[in-house]
């Protein structure tokens, strides 16, 4: 007979959910059995796998360790080999509930491949580190990052490292209270603020998106530029819908393609900034984010801001830049608290 204790991290989700995570190989089937036999009860009583856990409560599982080791899959680690040689995140801030984090360029937030190097696994790395997260949590709750940026696009990520850090952080993204604010260089002069609305299809053979008039994902991007000249345009931009791509994708089909990105932007002038300033990917930056007025557990991140500063390549272009207008505010936007 094994006995589970339910964390505060596993209370809130079905009975049959958890042991589903728990005993990973084994068939539904064979879980609702042994539910209908009473060879896993809840509290002493019989369970139909619908209950909602609570803190504190008690699984039996009433079988052999043979059969539970055949079906147990062990703690489920981090991706990030030993000797990574790689750039890691920078943690900007942390709590009980979240990490939020300054992702550098080449990195990926979640992997797509086992080989993949993330976000995420650099934050279950971290906690089973710091003792804040064991092997045994890990087989039930595994933290993750709850917004992506692009492999070339740096700044912040939030990560939830507790049940409640995960679901609140995920509404908030969902209901688009969160607001998110990006640094980037685009090829031409913008001199006035401006709202560019469309609609976004995405093309998962050739992983790209196609901004357009009448297709089913809306996109609303504002942008404010911060300083320009003749050639490019400084500019800070606030995405009021977070959509693959879209950034990119949204200001180049309005003539205003990022600075170094291969997918969506200018090649020829792409080839002059390599050459001058060494600029190998898109110059897009999650430089700042304003969390709304938020209740219960998170009530503690009501209101609150967090920036990541630019990376060094980024701002090496900026300094180097001679602006027609806003080189003060060009400078200013390298030195954002962290």
């Known amino acids: 007979m094994r006995e589970l204790k339910v964390t505060e991290n596993e209370a809130g989700q079905r009975l049959d959910k958890l042991l589903r995570k728990y005993l990973e190989q084994a068939p539904s089937g064979f879980l609702y059995k042994m539910l209908r036999k009473k060879n896993i009860v809840l509290n002493k009583k019989k369970a139909s796998g619908k209950e909602i856990l609570s803190r504190g409560d008690v699984i039996c599982l009433f079988l052999s360790e043979e059969t539970i080791q055949k079906f147990l899959v062990g703690p489920k680690q981090s991706g990030i080999p030993k000797g990574y040689q790689g750039s890691l995140p920078q943690i900007i801030y942390e709590d009980a509930h979240i990490l939020v984090l300054n992702k550098p360029v080449g990195m990926l937030s979640q ?79 913008i001199r006035e603020q401006g709202v560019l609305t469309g609609y976004l299809t995405k093309d998962t053979l050739r992983n790209q998106v196609r901004i357009g008039r009448e297709e089913e994902k809306e996109i ?69 984010m304003h969390f709304p007025v938020i209740k219960q557990e998170l009530a503690h991140l009501s209101q609150k801001s967090f920036q990541a500063p630019v990376p060094d390549s980024f701002g090496a272009l900026i300094k180097e830049t001679v602006w027609e207008h806003g080189q003060q505010e060009a400078f200013a936007a390298l030195h954002w608290k962290k």
Not at 236 to 261: C, E, F, M, N, W
């Open 111 to 189: 992997k797509a491949a086992p080989q993949d190097v993330s976000v995420s696994d650099y934050v279950i790395d971290y906690l089973m580190a710091t003792g804040k997260l064991t092997a045994k949590e890990l087989q039930t709750f595994r933290p993750s990052v709850c917004n992506r940026l692009d492999r070339n696009t740096s700044g912040l990520i939030l990560a939830g490292t507790s049940l409640a850090g995960l679901q609140t952080l995920s509404a908030l993204l969902k209901d688009r209270t969160l607001a998110k604010y990006y640094l980037c260089l685009v090829k031409g002069r």
């Open 220 to 288: 609303v991007t504002q942008y404010d530029p911060i300083a320009w000249n003749q050639e490019m345009t400084l500019l800070k931009v606030h995405l009021v819908t977070g959509r693959t791509h879209q950034i990119r994708a949204h200001l180049a089909s309005a003539g205003h393609p990022l600075a170094g990105d291969g997918k969506y932007g200018d090649d020829k002038w792409n080839l002059q900034l390599k050459k001058r300033y060494g600029i190998r990917c898109q110059l897009l930056h999650a430089y700042e």
